[in-house]
């Protein structure tokens, strides 16, 4: 019997209308478009406006755009993972919320929160599902809202993130394509440098923490980038080396969106060109778990089946991982 792979076979993405741009952000702290620019790259980026609008709300139009897509019913999906760090609730799972919205009412599924390395490690275990002979179909959500942690008084965070989703649909493949490896890390005592200071249960919400303005993402830069930089493009050298990839033979680089200059190191860690690299941060900035479904989405166009596509993320905690994949389908 042939091995079974869990191959990406539709990919949708959504972001919101309105744009956050670096002029913008001037009227609102001592910043100017040309050291946001420098330092990270990012121009410009997307936030979801509206009360009570969470991730969900974005998740919902990017699976409903997935599934008209690929042509099937809502009814078809077996399990839908949402790799989050901004929830809707603390409970229920955002994953259960956006099967009921969209009417997945067959699916069981589940949140996954491992920062911005959270698709990754999602894929992975998604792919499991897939590869055991457990289900057919499953959905896969990478969705944040990270303006809603966000103090727009600190430039040295708020300038990097903005809000978007991204989902992939895996099915079984016999023919080598899907999901072929993958190698993930995690380092607990890097919570010291980024992390979320209070709504847990270690720090519960109270009238303190919120003057404190301890429910807003905390980051301390230099420490972070540092340890983004050598790690993410680490491990998608290690990959490569695992799986006797070149720089020849690889098509597509698929980087976490978090700083123009970690894209840089990690595709000349690779030896890759910049043309094998896709990049969106100008334009949607750091979107956490959305940053690689999206790129997929962008790029969906060129993409083409057998390339060879590296995925590579770091996140807060700290985690990191990279997956290597063979694509399934040429876009019709």
Same mark, same amino acid.
């Given at each position: 019997m042939s091995k079974i792979h869990a191959a990406i076979t539709a990919?949708?993405?959504?972001?919101?209308?309105?744009i956050l741009t670096n002029e913008e952000l001037t009227r609102m702290m001592d910043t100017n478009d040309e050291w946001i620019q420098t330092r990270t790259g990012i121009k410009e980026r997307r936030?979801?406006?509206?009360?009570? $609008?969470?991730s969900s709300e974005m998740a919902v139009e990017?699976?409903?755009?997935?599934?008209? $897509? !690929?042509g099937i019913s809502p009814l078809d999906i077996e399990l839908v993972i949402c790799a989050t760090t901004t929830p809707d609730m603390i409970f229920?799972?955002?994953?259960?919320?956006? @099967?009921?919205? &969209?009417?997945?009412t067959n699916a069981w599924g589940f949140d996954i929160n491992a920062a911005c390395s959270g698709f990754i490690f999602s894929l992975t275990t998604a792919a499991q599902f897939i590869e055991t002979g457990r289900h057919k179909k499953v959905l896969l959500v990478g969705?944040?809202?990270?303006?809603?942690?966000?103090?727009?008084?600190?430039?040295?965070?708020?300038?990097?993130?903005?809000?978007?989703? *991204?989902?992939?649909?895996?099915?079984?493949?016999?023919?080598?394509?899907?999901?072929?490896?993958?190698?993930?890390?995690?380092?607990?005592?890097? !919570?010291?440098?980024?992390?979320?200071?209070? *709504?847990?249960?270690? !720090?519960?919400?109270?009238?303190?923490?919120?003057?404190? $303005?301890?429910?807003?993402?905390?980051q301390e830069g230099k420490h972070v980038f540092k340890f983004?930089? $050598?790690?993410?493009?680490?491990?998608?050298?290690?990959?490569?080396?695992?799986?006797?990839?070149?720089?020849?033979?690889?098509?597509?680089?698929?980087?976490?969106?978090?700083?123009? !200059?970690?894209?840089?190191?990690?595709?000349?860690r690779m030896n890759l060109p910049m043309e094998k690299v896709m990049i969106n941060i100008q334009k949607? *900035?750091?979107?956490?778990?959305?940053?690689?479904?999206? @790129?997929?989405?962008?790029?969906?166009?060129?993409?083409?089946?057998?390339?060879? &596509?590296?995925?590579?993320?770091?996140?807060?905690g700290f985690t990191w991982g990279s997956t290597y994949i063979r694509w399934a389908y040429d876009t019709k």
């Amino acid at each position: 019997m042939s091995k079974i792979h869990a191959a990406i076979t539709a990919v949708g993405g959504y972001v919101p209308e309105y744009i956050l741009t670096n002029e913008e952000l001037t009227r609102m702290m001592d910043t100017n478009d040309e050291w946001i620019q420098t330092r990270t790259g990012i121009k410009e980026r997307r936030i979801l406006k509206g009360l009570d $609008k969470g991730s969900s709300e974005m998740a919902v139009e990017a699976v409903k755009l997935l599934l008209e $897509k !690929r042509g099937i019913s809502p009814l078809d999906i077996e399990l839908v993972i949402c790799a989050t760090t901004t929830p809707d609730m603390i409970f229920p799972a955002t994953a259960n919320i956006i @099967c009921d919205k &969209v009417g997945m009412t067959n699916a069981w599924g589940f949140d996954i929160n491992a920062a911005c390395s959270g698709f990754i490690f999602s894929l992975t275990t998604a792919a499991q599902f897939i590869e055991t002979g457990r289900h057919k179909k499953v959905l896969l959500v990478g969705v944040d809202k990270m303006s809603s942690i966000m103090n727009y008084e600190d430039r040295a965070v708020s300038i990097i993130f903005g809000d978007g989703a *991204g989902a992939v649909l895996l099915e079984p493949d016999t023919e080598g394509y899907g999901v072929v490896d993958s190698i993930l890390r995690t380092d607990g005592s890097g !919570r010291v440098f980024l992390h979320q200071k209070a *709504g847990g249960s270690a !720090r519960p919400a109270t009238m303190e923490t919120v003057m404190n $303005k301890e429910h807003y993402v905390y980051q301390e830069g230099k420490h972070v980038f540092k340890f983004a930089v $050598k790690n993410m493009a680490d491990v998608a050298a290690e990959i490569m080396e695992r799986n006797n990839l070149t720089a020849d033979n690889v098509n597509w680089l698929v980087p976490h969106q978090a700083n123009k !200059r970690i894209i840089d190191a990690t595709a000349e860690r690779m030896n890759l060109p910049m043309e094998k690299v896709m990049i969106n941060i100008q334009k949607f *900035g750091n979107t956490t778990n959305g940053t690689l479904p999206l @790129c997929l989405w962008e790029w969906e166009n060129q993409l083409k089946k057998g390339d060879n &596509v590296i995925l590579a993320a770091f996140g807060g905690g700290f985690t990191w991982g990279s997956t290597y994949i063979r694509w399934a389908y040429d876009t019709k």
